[in-house]
């Protein structure tokens, strides 16, 4: 008769832990996952741009005078600026959430590198902006007469104000995620400075409409510089005369998005708080 | 016999409230280590600071040779923690989030017969949000298991559990335990502490007060037990020659004899107020 003999234990070989790259991958995806399961939130986060854009360019589709141009499309390219921007929102209620329901802290517990939660979030925001920029241009040609760029300069434009812009607003999110006491009060307390930035940088309303002192306010924040480069993508060189530098001022865009980059990483790291107030 | 945790002067002050005050602590490796003490005793801040979830203020702490303070991802990977309370992944079926969870750890068990252990397989399919209080539960310990951990945190593993759950998850833990795995557990239950733990330590006002064999704790098995029967009752270190005594006095059945001694209860309370 065969007889069975337990094997002896042989400590197993250290195994690699698994890389950062492809744990940030792994956490985008179950973090996307989750995300499409919440109907509700869903339907509301692709529905709230596409609703903005139909009412304020259907309301506002008066003429600019010499550009070729109208108001509704300015709409478009504000929007599509506020979309790039929902990180800002998302990850600024949705990490205060993560804080209080005790996601944060189960990932503490575990190998998983922060930079790979971080990373995650990261991934599904690019994702979810993505998905609203696709159709609010699809809506803006359809509807309001939205010429997409001719030249692969003006999408090269468009790629790389919409990195930087859902890049830097991701981290401003992350950071202010920290603000809110509780998960409950984190979309009343981020929700209302996000409104106030859309109303101040020319999402809603023209920036040379505005009075002085509130666009520069607007200067210091990254949404004014989204969408004056999605304008220069989308309304070309009829609308710069538009411009309060009656320039799109790209060089500076692009300064003071990489500033927000770099400088929502430092506020990250400086005041990222893994545990909720009630945790001490 | 390795030692799994070793605390040496551990302390820990909130504000004004030195929470723990002077903690020394060995855990065996392969024990089942239980902590128990009243709320706002110090057992929760003790074991958070042995998870590396909290600082210390002072002492030596090393869990598995390695100091909680400065946690790398190695060492991360050796341990396993379930904590007290968590809402998280409700839109996650379990089975996507067991897997998920493998997917941090360099040797990770496998999911779905992790899942068979802590009894859910036939909820695998279910999102987290639908599962009651106990089978959550089960996801949490599955996930604190998953990455085959060699020591296991469980705090206050199941409160709110109705009987029969609770009954179902000491099964579960005295299995992980039967593998070998060391298990450190914090709980208000003395019958739960009395079924699974090989050693109690009672904590009281963020010192250790008494620690040991359950079935000792405090001088219980030598202290003095009560003989109770209708019409009196004694209090005598010989209960054996009380009933003897007492069955010639009544001549044969004695009415509503009882004889006890101090249940862990008993020891416990009266560690906690001294």
Request: aromatic share 8%.
């Amino acid at each position: 008769m065969t007889q069975i003999v337990a094997p002896p234990a042989v400590p197993a070989a250290p195994a690699e832990l698994p890389s950062a790259i492809r744990l940030s991958l792994s956490r985008a995806a179950i973090e996307t996952r989750m995300f499409f399961r919440e109907k509700d939130a869903v339907i509301f986060t692709f529905s709230f741009p596409i609703i903005l854009l139909v009412i304020f360019g259907s309301i506002f589709a008066n003429d600019l005078e010499g550009t070729g141009l109208n108001v509704s499309q300015l709409y478009v390219a504000g929007l599509i600026g506020s979309a790039t921007m929902t990180g800002f929102q998302n990850l600024g209620i949705g990490i205060a959430m993560d804080r209080d329901d005790g996601t944060l802290k189960r990932l503490a517990g575990t190998p998983m590198p922060p930079s790979a939660y971080f990373a995650g979030k990261a991934l599904n925001t690019l994702l979810v902006s993505f998905v609203q920029v696709v159709i609010l241009l699809a809506i803006g040609v359809a509807l309001f007469g939205l010429e997409l760029p001719a030249e692969a300069s003006g999408w090269l434009t468009f790629a790389w104000v919409f990195v930087l812009g859902v890049l830097g607003s991701s981290l401003l999110g992350i950071a202010v995620s920290s603000l809110p006491r509780s998960g409950k009060s984190a979309s009343a307390v981020i929700a209302m400075p996000f409104v106030v930035l859309q109303f101040i940088s020319g999402v809603f309303i023209p920036i040379s409409e505005l009075p002085e002192w509130l666009t520069r306010i607007a200067s210091f924040f990254p949404l004014k510089w989204m969408c004056q480069g999605f304008r220069s993508v989308f309304l070309g060189d009829g609308g710069a005369t538009l411009e309060l530098a009656a320039s799109y001022e790209l060089d500076r865009v692009a300064l003071i998005l990489g500033a927000w980059v770099i400088g929502g990483l430092l506020l990250c790291l400086t005041t990222f708080r893994w545990k909720s107030r009630r945790d001490g | 016999m390795t030692t799994a945790v070793r605390v040496r002067g551990l302390t820990k002050r909130y504000g004004d409230v030195q929470a723990v005050d002077g903690i020394d602590l060995d855990i065996r490796a392969g024990e089942v280590f239980a902590i128990l003490g009243p709320n706002g005793a110090g057992k929760s801040t003790t074991v958070e600071i042995l998870e590396g979830h909290r600082r210390r203020d002072g002492g030596e702490v090393s869990v598995l040779g390695t100091d909680p303070g400065r946690p790398t991802r190695e060492w991360r990977a050796r341990v396993g923690v379930v904590l007290q309370t968590a809402n998280d992944v409700a839109e996650a079926t379990v089975r996507e989030t067991v897997r998920h969870f493998a997917g941090y750890y360099p040797s990770a068990r496998d999911p779905d017969e992790v899942i068979e252990r802590v009894g859910l397989t036939d909820k695998a399919g279910k999102r987290i949000r639908q599962l009651s209080g106990g089978q959550r539960r089960r996801v949490d310990v599955a996930l604190g298991v998953i990455g085959g951990p060699e020591l296991l945190f469980l705090d206050e593993p199941t409160t709110g559990f109705d009987p029969e759950a609770r009954r179902q998850f000491w099964e579960l833990i005295q299995g992980l335990a039967h593998q070998g795995t060391t298990i450190v557990l914090t709980t208000h239950y003395l019958d739960e502490a009395e079924a699974l733990a090989d050693r109690v330590a009672v904590i009281a006002k963020g010192r250790i007060v008494a620690e040991g064999d359950p079935a000792t704790l405090g001088g219980r098995a030598t202290a003095e037990a009560t003989v109770r029967w209708a019409g009196g009752s004694v209090e005598t270190g010989t209960p054996t020659k009380t009933v003897l005594e007492l069955t010639r006095q009544f001549d044969g059945e004695i009415p509503e004899l009882a004889v006890t001694r101090p249940s862990l209860e008993d020891v416990y309370l009266r560690l906690i107020e001294g």
